[in-house]
């Protein structure tokens, strides 16, 4: 890099330094890493308040010897730069692009070429997957959100309520797990429709989908199920036995869905 000091430079902070010269060797190096910050991340600056700046930027340099030097900061020769733009359109960074090309074959080993993993496998879909004659999202849905695996959501929801009752014989009365009754396959597919359908008409909070206010109203919901109904469901969802967990296992807690989308991934 080339750096055009001038008459333009602010002055340094008097004691700071000894001289001029010394102060802006000692500024170059810190000037380059701002730049690079700045570049990278350009909502971050000397500029806004105390909470909102980054101290780096303050404590490597003053704003206005930030400033002089990205006004002045060069790459090669400012006055010949005109005449080689003509013919080369690297002319601004010809210097420095020349010195990183003579680098690259460093960054690689002598006769190296990329390891050849062939491809055996079958492409496109298989069984059910090819079997299925349908435009509707929903079948394809179906092939890995099976019967099956929903039966196992269920087994594992009504599980975990029983044993959360069970654990709290002395819940308020007007709790809802007081009225709690087993959930179905078919209810949990209606439940998990208007989770999917929360994930595509945005509201700010779970209670204003089944809200009666004619402004922000959506009747499909409170038509497909309650909203208690719904929350006591999501309150008690479980894909695992809490009673059997394994501690070595991070994803225990959804570990059979888990395997069994993977399973259903490799099948079709």
């Known amino acids: ?32 890493i701002l730049v690079i910050l700045i570049r990278s991340n350009p909502g971050s600056s000397h500029r806004g308040n105390a909470e909102s700046r980054r101290p ?16 002045l900061l060069r790459f090669n020769a400012h006055e010949t730069r005109a005449a080689r733009h003509t013919f080369d359109k690297l002319a601004t960074v010809r210097d420095l692009w020349d010195l990183w090309v003579d680098k690259l074959p460093y960054l690689h080993l002598d006769n190296w070429q990329p ?19 349908s435009d509707l999202r929903a079948d394809f ?11 196992h959501i269920v087994d594992q929801t009504n599980l975990y309520a029983s044993q959360y009752i069970h654990a709290h014989p ?3 009365s007007h709790s809802r797990a007081n009225v709690w009754k087993p959930v179905s396959v078919p209810e949990l597919k209606a439940f998990f429709g208007l ?3 929360t994930g595509y008409v945005k509201k700010p909070n779970i209670e ?8 922000d109203a959506i009747p499909y919901f409170s038509r497909v199920m309650s909203r208690n109904r719904f929350q006591i469901i999501w309150r008690f969802l479980h894909y695992n036995d809490n009673e059997s ?13 888990l395997d069994y989308i993977v399973e259903k991934c490799r099948e079709l």
């Open 1 to 32: 890099m080339v750096l055009l000091h001038s008459g333009m430079l602010p002055a340094p902070e008097p004691g700071k330094h000894g001289n001029r010269e010394e102060y802006y060797r000692d500024e170059e190096g810190g000037c380059g």
């Open 56 to 71: 780096i930027f303050c404590g490597t340099m003053p704003l206005s010897v930030f400033y002089a030097y990205l006004g």
């Open 115 to 133: 390891t050849q993993i062939p491809f055996t496998a079958t492409p496109g879909p298989r069984r059910a997957a090819a079997e299925l004659d």
């Open 141 to 151: 849905l179906e092939l890995f959100l099976t019967d099956e695996l929903l039966q």
């Open 170 to 172: 002395d819940s308020l």
């Open 195 to 197: 989770s999917f359908l």
């Open 208 to 215: 204003l989908y089944w809200s009666v206010d004619e402004v």
């Open 245 to 257: 967990q394994d501690v070595t296992d991070e994803m225990y807690k959804v570990r059979p869905v």
